[in-house]
Each structure stands twice: as structure tokens, then as C-alpha cells.
């Protein structure tokens, strides 16, 4: 293979070429041939090759035709929407969620597996909850795995994409230590080899969603909050789409302290942001006053009890809100002061209930904590994606390296083997006696 000044071959120039003209007509809308070559800086043999190139292998098709000045009609082109296929999957607190969707993040099918009991999550379940998800929705869909870019999930908890045999998840507040998760799905044979799981933080992937189809758009750098049951974070510094990915790191904002010697933190510690934010926390301290719904059966309900008080001017409701809100702002002042964005958006499904009530007052403590001039520059507004944001953007992760391929299907990254020391050590411990 030709290899150029750069080190870049010929194969990476074409991957390039048709990574970008994808992710033009993707992101920008269709465009006809005449229009690809300034928007890309490719010369125009390279956008006819590499448009006949994507035509052919069908990821492009016609979208009509325009007329020009004085010249012949231009024939628009578009990326094909059922060209491929995403799965996303979300991990969240009362249920998991895998939604079937085409090219274009059109949903063709959905399928829900409530967590039973509420918060439970072993492993076993969750993983047997995916793989049920998965067949279910290319069933309903009738669609097979040919055209499947990949699986996206989006989970609770740290993770490392790069350790030997996969993804592996470490999630304090749910009680997965190491978990495989990437090995043990696979385990699972519901999908052919070829197929990858590609597996992030569920707040990345929120982020990653936002910033390239919802409030984010526009923005350079960002926040993006997921308000759940607890609560995290996502710092977006680069959020154009253009690249094929969102520079994302994952937050544990959620276990930043905020009051020494404080409330009992799910993971463990004393006085965490979440001990006073999340929704969990926040119907907690409002039964611990005497508040709190009667028969309510999960904490979606629950918040919309704890709404109506509020709404009906219960003193006991509303001031737990207020401390929320507070709470909140204070949190959101940290991120500010670190990390000075744009923009900071709030989702997840309590965020998103919450937010109509409570964000007037959220900007006025972030403002109140914050250093004058980042907090002159951003903006705190609720993501406008609805409850299906983690989804959809766990569908992103395939799409991503979708793009970084050129429109090829990734692979699998191959299974590594730990150094022979490591394996001779741990052989030698495993041999060792121990002695009481």
C-alpha cells in the first residue's frame, strides 16, 4: 500500500473522502455534487468518485432534482435511511430500554424489560434483559444483522473501553465491580461476531445526542447534566458533528461533595451531590418530613405527587424543591467555575419533570455560587430529546465509528491476552497457600 508524506495511504484518503462527504449530507441536509466539493474541500473528481462509490455500495440515493442558473438541473443526493441499521440501549434505573432504529435515527421498533425488584441490578438479568431487547426489536422490525452497524448501550457507572476482552464497567452506586459487560453480551450469541457492542457512560451518551440533534447544537463546549434517580454529568468539549464524534469525558459530578460529614451518598460516602439531588434523594428527604405519596409505585409517580403538592402550595413540598434547587445550582457553579461552557443542559426523566418547576430557580443559585465571568457566558437550559435522549445517543456510538470507517461496518476489536507476567503471577497466587 502507498503511503504519502504523512503516513497516511491511499485506503486512509479514501476513508477520509468518504467520511466526509457522508457526514455532510448527513449533518447538513441533501446536496448535489456541484455543492459537496466546497462544503467538503474535496476537488470534484474526488466527490464523483467517491459518490459513485457510496451509490453503488447503497448509502446514497436521489432526493430530486434543483434548478441552477442558466445551467442544467442538479440532482440532490441523500444518505439512504435504510441503508443501516442502530441499536440503542439504555441501562437505566427502572428499566432497560433498546430501541431499533434506521440510518437517520427514524425509531422502527422499541422494547421495555422493567427492572424487577425496582433498582435490581445483577448482571445476569440485565445482560439476559439486552439480548431480549435485541431479538425482539429486529424481529418486530424484520430485519436481519447484515446491515447492523452495531449495538450502543449506555450504562450507570465508569468505563473502560480498553481493557483486555472488552468493555468493562465499573459502577459503585449499583454494585458492579469490573463487571465484563461487552464479553458477557457477547456470550449471549444473540448477534454474529461481526456485530460490535460498543458500550460508554450513560450521561456520554445523553451528551453525545444533545449536542449533535438537540439543544446542544451550535455549541463548542458544554454540560450535559443526566437527572435521574442520581444524577452525573457529560463535558462536551468539542460538539460539532463534523469530525464523526463528540470529544465527550464522563463526569462522576454526582459524587463531588457538598457537605462534609453530610447525608449518605448510594455510593457509600457522606455528603455527595446526589445525597441531596437525585430523584431518590429528593422523595427521600421529602417523606422524612412528613411529605411523601401514598400507594405510589415507582418514583416517576411519586415526583408527579410530590409536582401536585407543590402545585397545591404544600409548604413541605415546595421546600424541598427549593433545596433541590439550590443544591443544583450549587453543583452546576462547580462545573461552571472548572470548566467554563457554553451552555450547560439539564435532561434525564427528572430533570425533565422537574425543570419547568425549579430551573428559574436553579439559574439564580448557579449565578449566586459562580465567579462573575463564566457565569456571564453560559446558558442553563433543559435538553430538548425528551426521556429517549440516552437511547438515541447510545444509537450514536455505531454511527460514530460508522463515519471514522467511511460508511464500512466496524469490526470487533480483536480479543487481547494479558502480558505472560501477569498471567504467570496470577497463576503463582492462585498456587500459593494461605495461611490463616
Do not use: K
Not at 457510496?54 to 436521489?62: F, M, P, Q, R, S
Not at 434548478?67 to 440503542?88: E, K, N
Not at 467554563?340 to 430533570?351: D, F, K, T, Y
Amino acid at each position: 500500500m502507498t503511503t504519502g508524506r504523512s503516513g497516511r495511504t491511499v485506503r486512509d484518503l479514501r476513508r477520509g473522502n468518504r467520511s466526509a462527504v457522508l457526514q455532510r449530507l448527513y449533518f447538513g441536509g441533501p446536496m448535489s455534487r456541484q455543492e459537496l466539493g466546497p462544503a467538503t474541500g474535496l476537488s470534484s473528481g474526488s466527490v464523483s468518485n467517491v459518490v459513485g462509490e457510496l451509490v453503488a455500495d447503497g448509502l446514497l440515493e436521489e432526493a430530486g432534482v434543483v434548478d441552477s442558473d442558466g445551467g442544467r438541473p442538479r440532482t440532490l443526493l441523500r444518505v439512504a435511511p435504510g441503508s443501516a441499521h442502530m441499536i440503542g440501549v439504555d441501562v437505566g434505573e427502572t428499566r432497560v430500554r433498546v430501541e431499533l432504529f434506521d440510518l437517520t435515527l427514524t425509531e422502527l421498533a422499541r422494547a421495555e424489560m422493567p427492572l424487577q425488584p425496582r433498582g435490581c441490578y445483577d448482571v445476569g438479568p440485565v445482560v439476559g434483559h439486552i439480548a431480549e431487547g435485541i431479538t425482539a426489536v429486529l424481529t418486530e422490525a424484520g430485519i436481519g444483522t447484515e446491515r447492523l452497524l452495531g449495538v450502543g448501550v449506555g450504562v450507570p457507572g465508569i468505563v473502560d473501553r480498553d481493557a483486555p476482552g472488552g468493555a468493562v464497567v465499573h459502577g459503585q452506586t449499583i454494585g458492579w465491580e469490573a463487571v465484563p459487560l461487552e464479553e458477557r453480551l457477547r456470550a449471549t450469541g444473540v448477534l454474529p461476531q461481526e456485530v460490535p457492542y460498543i458500550i460508554d457512560n450513560g450521561a456520554r451518551t445523553l451528551g453525545q445526542a444533545e449536542m449533535w440533534f438537540g439543544a446542544g447544537r451550535g455549541a463548542r463546549e458544554a454540560v450535559v447534566v443526566l437527572f435521574g434517580s442520581g444524577v452525573g454529568a457529560s463535558l462536551i468539549t468539542d460538539g460539532s458533528p463534523d469530525g464523526g464524534t463528540t470529544e465527550g469525558t464522563p463526569l462522576e459530578w454526582g459524587h463531588l461533595t457538598v457537605s462534609v460529614r453530610g447525608r449518605r451518598c448510594r455510593c457509600g460516602a457522606l455528603g455527595c451531590l446526589e445525597a441531596y439531588t437525585g430523584a431518590e434523594s429528593l422523595l427521600a428527604r421529602w417523606a422524612e418530613r412528613g411529605g411523601g405519596p401514598v400507594d405510589c409505585v415507582d418514583e416517576e409517580e411519586a415526583l408527579s405527587a410530590l409536582l401536585a403538592a407543590a402545585g397545591r402550595q404544600d409548604r413541605v413540598a415546595l421546600e424541598v424543591l427549593e433545596e433541590t434547587a439550590e443544591y443544583l445550582g450549587a453543583g452546576l457553579s462547580d462545573l461552571i467555575n472548572l470548566f467554563q461552557p457554553e451552555r450547560i443542559l439539564i435532561g434525564g426523566w427528572a430533570g425533565l419533570m422537574l425543570g419547568p418547576h425549579i430551573l428559574p430557580a436553579v439559574r439564580e443559585h448557579a449565578t449566586r455560587y459562580s465567579l462573575r465571568h463564566p457565569a456571564g457566558r453560559v446558558t442553563v437550559t433543559l435538553g430538548s430529546l425528551g426521556p429517549d435522549a440516552v437511547t438515541v445517543g447510545a444509537a450514536t456510538l455505531p454511527l460514530s465509528a460508522f463515519f471514522a470507517t467511511g460508511g464500512r461496518r466496524a469490526t470487533p476489536r480483536p480479543r487481547t491476552e494479558p502480558p505472560g507476567w501477569r498471567t504467570a503471577l496470577r497463576i503463582r497466587g492462585e498456587a500459593t497457600p494461605h495461611h490463616a
